[in-house]
């Protein structure tokens, strides 16, 4: 294993187990003798479920009286929710989606509310860090990570005399006939040491970056253009009008969102479009840029014709057809027949020379269809491992085609979807403060390039002040009305993605982390206060580039930016130059005057771009 980390995976046990009853399966368990005054760091990804406490890492102790354990995969906030009320009612609920015509169709939720600090089960991506304290009074850490999708529960358990590490797959979603060998089975990727919080990140960042597929960092993260502004009303007209205004932007891949599509599961262009899919790409590389689709690629419309010709490939649960994103069902992606039709369709689009694909919606279905060719009992790992052959086997097929992942908003995060893709989005409200949450919350753990940001108009916000998360790592992707930007606007955003092309890079070791900020406005993160910001890692040579929000509260405030000067070639300079990125405007700084900080200004709500580097 890279990086220090071992696979724990045991034979799998399931203690509780019967056919009426089935238990818990146990696949790995690692035991800390003398570990204690744990805490844990839960990375809580975008969700739709719980979608007003958005994108955010919580600390969390863990205690004899308190065990805590990670949800992790693709309906983690559903699930843990469950988890949550058996656990205070002493009972057993299947895990369901909702039923009825009334649901938002990107919930998953049918009982209890998100996780709570104080309570056991909460959703969580597929790695955490613990740091405690040993036997002998130091500050030791660990860091684990899993390697498959499907839900998993990780138990963090302390007891007097240490703490046990636990991997259970819950009996809602895997009982299967037989168990499977050890290998077919989720593992744990455990690094363990001494070090703290801060130091097990870094053994996770090395250990993620090491699964990412490397196509993604021959170039620069793109600056894309995406018609989600208009949401699915898109017709020829307007997809021309849109690829027109990108082209002059610089814009290098346009993606055509949900709306082009006949129907869901087909994945035809809508008839007004001439020469399908493949005008569609004409239309984009005319103007010089790639073209990226949108897909649900596991979903089906029920009046699609691959519902409508084979209703025996729908996921089933709990003995129905679930109703998921936008009224649509699921494919079985553990039925082959089925994923061997999703393949079929993606890799005619890539075909008809679609560029870069992102997906959206439920491709990992839950599945007790009997009739399916995987164990009833285990359909939901049945349709990880097809989700990842369809994904492999385009990519494998397709070696320039670029694969973004939007999985209901960005969810799951793991190893095996790190691998299986080129970038993640962080949120998908579209907005300015919770992009930024999001790529600071990513970027303790992604480079800077893979942090995708949808961009949305917020007409209500200064332009400078909505742009300022946008400037710093990508990809960029903007979904505004771009056909209706004033020429005012049209002028900023060239400034602005002037500024994003100097500074974006495909370095590995770039990451999105918040500024060091001072002064009594300045804002945490998380927190609303008056000057928010986000920063790029120093470069080798010690430039490096902030970006910041002046709220209405921030107005007239003094507040100072601290560069980072220690942790480069750069660490002996003295002479510097500070750059306003917006005007071009360059000063001198001495290193005691940048120590001391760079006064912001803070005249208007607005938004900067502040940049040093050695003179
Ligand atoms: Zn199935």
Redesign the pocket.
């Known amino acids: 294993m890279p990086h220090g980390f071992e696979r724990i995976v045991a034979h799998p046990e399931r203690p509780d187990h019967s056919a009426e009853h089935p238990g818990d399966t146990i696949v790995a368990q690692l035991r800390l003798d003398g570990w204690h005054d744990a805490t844990v760091r839960v990375l809580h990804p975008f969700t739709w479920d719980a979608k007003f406490r958005g994108f955010r890492i919580d600390e969390l102790a863990v205690t004899p009286a308190r065990p805590r354990t990670l949800v992790s995969g693709a309906y983690s906030v559903a699930d843990a929710a469950v988890l949550n009320l058996d656990e205070s009612r002493g009972t057993r609920t299947p895990f369901d989606f909702p039923e009825g015509e009334r649901h938002d169709g990107v919930l998953y939720r049918t009982v209890g509310h998100s996780p709570e600090p104080h309570e056991r089960y909460h959703d969580a991506a597929g790695w955490c860090t613990v740091s405690a304290t040993d036997a002998d009074g130091r500050a030791v850490a660990l860091a684990t990570a899993l390697d498959r999708s499907d839900v998993v529960l990780l138990d963090l358990l302390a007891d007097d005399h240490g703490l046990t590490v636990q991997v259970r797959l819950p009996w809602q979603t895997f009982r299967p006939a037989s168990l499977p060998a050890a290998d077919a089975l989720p593992g744990l990727l455990v690094r363990h040491g001494l070090g703290d919080h801060e130091a097990a990140e870094g053994w996770l960042r090395a250990l993620l970056t090491s699964a990412m597929p490397t196509r993604a960092a021959e170039l620069p993260p793109p600056l894309i253009a995406d018609t989600w502004g208009f949401g699915t009303d898109i017709d020829p007209q307007r997809v021309t009008a849109f690829f027109d205004v990108a082209a002059d932007l610089g814009v290098e891949v346009v993606t055509v969102d949900k709306g082009w599509e006949d129907h869901v599961g087909d994945w035809n262009a809508q008839s007004g479009y001439a020469g399908g899919v493949a005008g569609i790409a004409a239309l984009a590389h005319d103007r010089g840029m790639k073209l990226g689709l949108w897909v649900g690629a596991g979903n089906a419309a029920p009046d699609s014709a691959v519902a409508t010709a084979h209703p025996d490939w729908l996921?089933t649960w709990n003995g129905r057809h679930q109703m998921v994103s936008h009224r649509n069902h699921s494919l079985?992606l553990?039925?082959e027949p089925a994923r061997d039709h999703v393949l079929a369709c993606l890799d005619r689009l890539v075909r008809d020379a679609v560029d870069w694909l992102l997906h959206d919606f439920e491709t990992i279905s839950r599945?007790d269809?009997a009739h399916?060719t995987?164990d009833p009992g285990a359909?939901e790992a049945?349709g990880v491992s097809g989700w990842y052959h369809v994904l492999a086997t385009l990519r494998d097929q397709h070696p320039h085609l670029l694969i973004e992942n939007c999985w209901n908003g960005g969810k799951p995060l793991d190893l095996q979807m790190i691998a299986h893709h080129d970038t993640t989005i962080g949120d998908d409200w579209c907005r300015s403060e919770e992009n930024r949450l999001a790529a600071l919350g990513l970027g303790v753990y992604l480079p800077s390039s893979w942090t995708s940001k949808y961009m949305g108009d917020q007409p209500h916000l200064p332009l400078r002040a909505q742009l300022a998360p946008y400037l710093v790592g990508g990809p960029w992707i903007l979904m505004g009305d771009l056909p209706g930007w004033s020429a005012a606007q049209l002028d900023d955003m060239r400034r602005a993605i002037a500024i994003y092309r100097t500074w974006r890079t495909a370095a590995r070791d770039a990451r999105a982390v918040p500024p060091a900020l001072s002064g009594s406005a300045a804002g945490v993160w998380g927190s609303a206060a008056g000057v928010t910001g986000v920063a790029l890692t120093p470069r080798a040579d010690g430039s490096q580039l902030a970006a910041f929000a002046v709220s209405p509260a921030g107005v007239g405030q003094l507040v100072r930016w601290h560069p980072v000067l220690g942790a480069s070639d750069a660490a002996d300079v003295d002479a510097w130059l500070v750059r306003d990125e917006w005007s071009g405007a360059e000063r001198p700084a001495t290193r005691a005057e940048l120590e001391q900080g760079i006064p912001l200004d803070t005249a208007r709500a607005d938004g900067l771009a502040l940049s040093v580097r050695p003179a």
Do not use: E, L
């Open positions: 996921a079985c553990g039925h599945c269809a399916h995987h359909g049945a």
